[in-house]
Nanobody, 117 residues
Framework: VQLVESGGALVQPGGSLRLSCVASGFPFLRYIIRWYRQAPGKEREFVGISASANTGSITTYADSVKGRFTISRDNAKNTVYLQMNSLKPEDTAMYYC?????????WGQGTQVTVSS
């Protein structure tokens, strides 16, 4: 199982970024992929869940990002995206994708998002 995030960058407040999480090593359609983030000195925080008709799940978001972030998935590319708009300095964090398979936790290496002027 492998999850590889990319797309993090330094962006000004109010800007946008799109993160990608490419998955491999498991049947992508059967599993929910989640996004989390962790800011320096803080605990890892849930961001959202990608929807998939095959999993019966729906896309959900943390209140802190609702209305600004959008999660989508391209099943043909085994990829989940996190579109982030109207970014704020408090969105600065390492962003991770995560999947739970047979009671095992799998995390990507993370991608850094810094929101600063």
């Amino acid at each position: 199982v492998q999850l590889v995030e990319s797309g993090g960058a330094l962006v000004q407040p109010g800007g946008s970024l799109r993160l990608s999480c490419v998955a491999s090593g498991f049947p992508f359609l059967r599993y929910i992929i989640r996004w989390y983030r962790q800011a320096p000195g803080k605990e890892r925080e849930f961001v959202g869940i990608s929807a998939s008709a095959n999993t019966g799940s729906i896309t959900t978001y943390a209140d802190s990002v609702k209305g600004r972030f959008t999660i989508s998935r391209d099943n043909a590319k085994n990829t989940v995206y996190l579109q982030m708009n109207s970014l704020k300095p408090e969105d600065t964090a390492m962003y991770y994708c995560y999947v739970l398979i047979n009671s095992n936790d799998y995390w990507g290496q993370g991608t850094q998002v810094t929101v600063s002027s």
